[in-house]
């Protein structure tokens, strides 16, 4: 019959090392124990033996309550998974004979994605003859790139691949928005000058 692996420590009596090295709840190293000594301590502090070092010589044993940080384990790893960010990369495409009309409409979605905390994918599509003038495509990434300077950086450089020239675009990290301090109506008021005192 297979043994069906697990990742979860072995507690208490399902530990089969005949003795361990101990740390105590606090973190304090306490040496090396017979097992049922070690178990006996954890008993006496209605607490559980968890083997946290199974392949030390010998194995490490910690004190603890192995239900209270299986709990604070899981909320941390909960509050981990809230964090992360999911980055979308939209993609916006030009022509290197592009109008000005277009070039603008074009500029504000790659600024909405930006704004929106999208990277983008800006492709520049040459088609027949274009291929022989690619700067053109090259100086449309190039005044991409310095229109949305304060929205964004270009994360990978332009590259031509077979018939397209592209570069990423990646929003700025944003700076958390400090509070501004409150400002004391009465601290910029030079203090009265005391009347003089008669001679």
Same mark, same amino acid.
């Given at each position: 019959?297979?043994?069906?692996?697990?990742?979860?420590?072995?507690?208490?009596?399902?530990?089969?090392?005949?003795?361990?090295?101990?740390?105590?709840?606090?973190?304090?190293?306490?040496?090396?124990?017979?097992?049922?000594?070690?178990?006996?301590?954890?008993?006496?502090?209605?607490?559980?033996?968890?083997?946290?070092?199974?392949?030390?010589?010998?194995? %490490?044993?910690?004190?603890?309550?192995?239900?209270?940080?299986?709990?604070?384990?899981?909320?941390?790893?909960?509050?981990?998974?809230?964090?992360?960010?999911?980055?979308?990369?939209?993609?916006?495409?030009?022509? !290197?004979?592009?109008?000005?009309?277009?070039?603008?409409?074009?500029?504000?979605?790659?600024?909405?994605?930006?704004?929106?905390?999208?990277? %983008?994918?800006?492709?520049?599509?040459?088609?027949?003859?274009?291929?022989?003038?690619?700067?053109?495509?090259?100086?449309?990434?190039?005044?991409?790139?310095?229109?949305? %300077?304060?929205?964004?950086?270009?994360?990978?450089?332009?590259?031509?691949?077979?018939?397209?020239?592209?570069?990423?675009?990646? !929003?700025?990290?944003?700076?958390?928005?400090?509070?501004? !301090?409150?400002?004391?109506?009465?601290?910029?008021?030079? !203090?009265?000058?005391?009347?003089?005192?008669?001679?």
């Amino acid at each position: 019959m297979k043994r069906i692996s697990t990742t979860e420590p072995r507690l208490n009596d399902r530990i089969r090392a005949q003795r361990c090295r101990l740390i105590a709840e606090d973190g304090e190293q306490l040496g090396i124990f017979m097992m049922s000594d070690a178990l006996r301590m954890a008993d006496d502090q209605v607490l559980d033996l968890v083997e946290i070092a199974p392949n030390a010589d010998p194995p %490490v044993c910690k004190i603890m309550d192995y239900g209270k940080y299986r709990y604070e384990q899981e909320q941390k790893a909960k509050q981990a998974r809230k964090h992360q960010t999911r980055v979308e990369i939209k993609e916006i495409k030009f022509r !290197p004979k592009i109008d000005k009309h277009d070039y603008e409409t074009k500029k504000k979605h790659v600024v909405r994605f930006l704004e929106a905390g999208a990277k %983008v994918k800006v492709t520049i599509m040459f088609r027949g003859r274009e291929m022989v003038h690619a700067e053109r495509g090259l100086a449309i990434l190039e005044r991409l790139e310095a229109d949305i %300077v304060d929205l964004g950086f270009v994360e990978s450089k332009p590259k031509l691949e077979g018939r397209n020239m592209f570069m990423l675009v990646a !929003p700025h990290k944003k700076e958390p928005v400090k509070a501004k !301090p409150v400002k004391d109506e009465n601290a910029d008021e030079a !203090p009265e000058a005391a009347p003089a005192a008669d001679e």
